[in-house]
């Protein structure tokens, strides 16, 4: 995940922009070929060291505007001329950051579904244990201890499900130009968007640079997902505490133990998806408070949200390898279970937590 949102990795997507406009509109007749491959060919062997590019970056406000320059000075007059025609700064910006978006979405859907699918069997194993429920923190009802297992999946599988529909609404190709009209091409500024898209490997979509709701979505089913994880890991560590010591996290060499006391198994894993709960309801808001966007093109609002969504990403993506280690070895005591069920002296009827428990998880896959 850091390497999805590293300096390199934003490099390639810029410079894979630039040469792909620059095919596109060749191919449109917008630009000779040779400029085009020339472009196309620099892009692909320039090396820019990141950190200068970043200094000249904070100075120009973009990190397009000193990229194009640099490009521009290795290349003819009339090549030069060629290069970025018809884009702005932000249609690199946002569309990198798309494609960033999609490269993450990759790695964190892999652990998300490697928890969901251990939930669901562990959901199953158990969906007839009958085990005391708890609500307001108090002993209640018996329920299955699947239901709750269920629950968990559940959530965690709605999250996943929420997050790849914003993503594939959401993470498009930018190419509007200056102001957003896409003015200066000829009237083929349609045809070279969707040559661009293919070739990036991102749906085509009109230019959105004020319309932030896209990426808003974005963050906000990312802080859902971390939310949701949160939740599993919250009920894991209350089901671990001793005195009740229902259900534990994994046994690993060098995880869970403590500095000052030697049988402590703490549950480390459930820690990092819950810190990583209460940072992420921040860095949602800081991008919702970007959506009303000054008119054309904004300022301030969409520049904050690339950095926001690299921190909501590589917070989903450590809770998630955490809860999905938990749930992949959560150690459930039936034991434990039923002396705790015994204790509370309210029965055993689990009502139809069976059957809901199939229900959630037949739903939720």
């Known amino acids: 995940m850091l390497a999805a949102f590293s300096d390199a990795a934003t490099l390639r997507h810029a410079l894979a922009f630039e040469a792909e406009l620059a095919r596109a509109e060749a191919a449109e007749g917008l630009i000779g070929t040779e400029a085009a491959e020339a472009i196309a060919t620099l892009c692909a062997s320039i090396a820019i060291d990141p950190a200068e590019l970043a200094e000249e970056a904070a100075l120009a406000g973009t990190l397009a505007i000193p990229l194009v320059t640099r490009l521009r000075a290795a290349l003819s007059d009339e090549t030069a001329k060629a290069l970025h025609k018809g884009a702005t700064s932000q249609d690199v910006a946002d569309t990198v950051l798309a494609c960033q978006i999609r490269a993450a979405s990759d790695l964190l859907d892999r652990d998300l579904t490697r928890i969901t699918a251990a939930l669901a069997i562990l959901a199953r194993r158990h969906a007839a244990t009958p085990a005391i429920a708890r609500t307001l923190l108090q002993d209640a009802l018996p329920i299955g201890f699947g239901l709750r297992i269920a629950q968990w999946q559940a959530g965690i599988a709605e999250a996943t499900n929420r997050l790849r529909h914003e993503i594939e609404a959401g993470a498009v190709l930018q190419f509007g130009g200056a102001a957003g009209s896409r003015a200066g091409l000829g009237g083929k500024a349609a045809a070279v968007s969707a040559r661009l898209a293919a070739a990036l490997g991102l749906p085509d979509a009109p230019p959105w640079h004020a319309r932030r709701g896209g990426i808003a979505g974005i963050a906000t089913a990312l802080a859902i997902t971390i939310g949701a994880l949160g939740k599993m890991a919250r009920d894991v560590s209350l089901l671990a505490q001793s005195g ?76 998630a390898e955490a809860m999905a280690a938990v749930a992949e070895g959560l150690e459930i005591d039936e034991a434990a279970i039923a002396r705790n069920l015994a204790a509370a002296g309210l029965g055993d009827d689990i009502g139809e937590s069976a059957a809901l428990v199939v229900a959630l998880i037949t739903r939720d896959g």
């Open 244 to 319: 009740i010591a229902e259900a534990r996290e994994p046994a690993i060499p060098g995880r869970g133990g403590s500095s000052a006391m030697a049988h402590k198994r703490n549950p480390t894993g459930c820690q990092v998806a819950l810190s990583a709960s209460l940072r992420a309801p921040g860095l949602a808001a800081g991008i919702l408070a970007g959506l009303p966007a000054e008119q054309e093109r904004g300022l301030g609002g969409w520049q904050a949200e690339g950095p926001a969504l690299a921190d909501l990403f590589l917070l989903a993506a450590g809770a």
